[in-house]
């Protein structure tokens, strides 16, 4: 497990607000018409400027934005609306009374409504609190670009919707807290097939999910692809839910890529945490307490850094999971029901808690070319092998595999070695009475024996045929083998024990004794 000095990444925050300039509030009235720049719709009568705290009440016309507008701070209040489609620029919001939700670039309270069209773009930038806090209801349209708060990118208590693109933090853009915090029982935060959310920078967690929040990803969300994050990349907790139905990628986190505590986690789409590097300073995932974790039929997650499972709850496997690093995992309560790819053996499948009722994919050695329990195949009902190929363009076989038997023999073109093979399997799902075939491809490292064995005399009792530091190949001989005894060694087998061999090739100056009750069994065929 990495260790990480948390101080070594912290950043100061300094927010160049200027307190000399006076803010003014200006009220939207809407008496003569929706446009945000016609002067007699505003209290007292102009346009916001960058100094002004503009507040939003309801009002006989709801504001529209139609060219670039500015102001310091937004309030929108209850069954209030604003709509942005154009350049609306939101920075320095710093209030210059008591009132903190003028700290944050805009606030939509409860009933209250913010809709950023198809050509608005909503930059907010240097708050003294968040960017965006909503009770409400926010639906983005285009574009938010969230730079730079001392406290979070934008903190969600009821919907908030987004069906394009996002982006909170980044290099030299600094999220004072969590780029994201969805809380509360009746707290969704929607990111929709065509939504892309980014997060960067964020001192805390990237994404927070709690109190019975749920987030719902069916488009792209990544966290840490160009800055680490100072805390976990996603923390959900306290009875929070994460359904991913696309694509999340977590490159860099300070400490766990995802915490899971007390939380629920459904993934039915594609899940990446790590990578070449990247850092992820503890976990890749971290399921503690009592938390439901569950990789879906179909679904793909790829951890480049260590799995930590001590939920009280199993951790259910039915999609495809890939392990790719030296570290090793603990999966506590596990139950594998579809398909385990593990590069560097670093898996323990003899885990007390681990079931496996699928597919187990493991770097293996073969004996003479043949690989037995190759794939610690249990059950093929969502997941079967179709071939393993020597490369990724999966042209040439690299041999042949029964899946009645779950045998592995390699083709005897093939040098002794290690390889890098690819396994190619197909996993079946059952919708609404259609049969739906995946492809998958994974790597299987395999060592290829000889199938000539040498004897070297290494061991301390370097006449015994049973010891494997005698033989070059650190086993005792099996059927299978070509045995070669070279001059000066002379060989025993001891009473009560069994040579074997395929053939035997006893060199001159070489001897062989097998004693009283000893056998010597050589199979040519």
Known sequence: MKTLLKSSYSIIITLLISHGITAQTITWLGTTDSEWHTPTNWMP?????????????????????????????????????????????????????????????????????????????????????????????????????????????????????????????????????DGIFNFGDDSVFLNSPNGYLQVDNSQASGITNQQDASLNNEGKISIGTKVVNGTSAIMNVIGGTINNFSEINILNSSEDGISNIDGTFNNYGSLSVGGDNAFIGFDAINNINSSTFINHECAIISLFDRLNNASTIPFINDGLIYFFTTETHIPGLFQNNGAITDEQGTFPIDNPGFTNNGIIINPAGSLCGIVRQAFNVVSTDKYEIEGVYTDDTFTAFAGTYDGATDVFTVDPNISPGTYEFQVIFQSFKFSNGNLFIEFFSTPWIVEVSSDTITFTGNSDAFFDWHEPENWDLGIIPEPCHHVIIPSPHDVQIFGGNEGHGKTLDVQLGAGIETQVAGLMDITIN
């Open 45 to 177: 009568t102009g346009i916001p400027t960058a100094t002004d705290e503009v507040l939003i009440n309801s009002s006989p016309n709801d504001p529209m934005i139609t060219a670039k507008a500015v102001a310091r701070t937004i309030n929108i209040g209850s069954d209030a609306s604003l709509t942005v489609n154009d350049s609306l620029i939101i920075k320095d919001a710093a209030s210059n009374f008591e009132d903190p939700i003028y700290n944050h670039g805009i606030n939509v309270n409860t009933d209250g409504l913010l809709t950023n069209m198809v050509n608005g773009v909503i930059h907010i930038d240097n708050t003294l609190g968040s960017g965006i806090v909503t009770n409400g209801i926010v639906e983005n349209q285009n574009q938010i670009k969230i730079s730079n708060t001392q406290e979070d990118g934008i903190v969600n208590s009821f919907l908030f919707t987004n069906l394009d693109s996002i982006e909170i933090g980044g290099v030299g853009a600094v999220i004072g807290i």
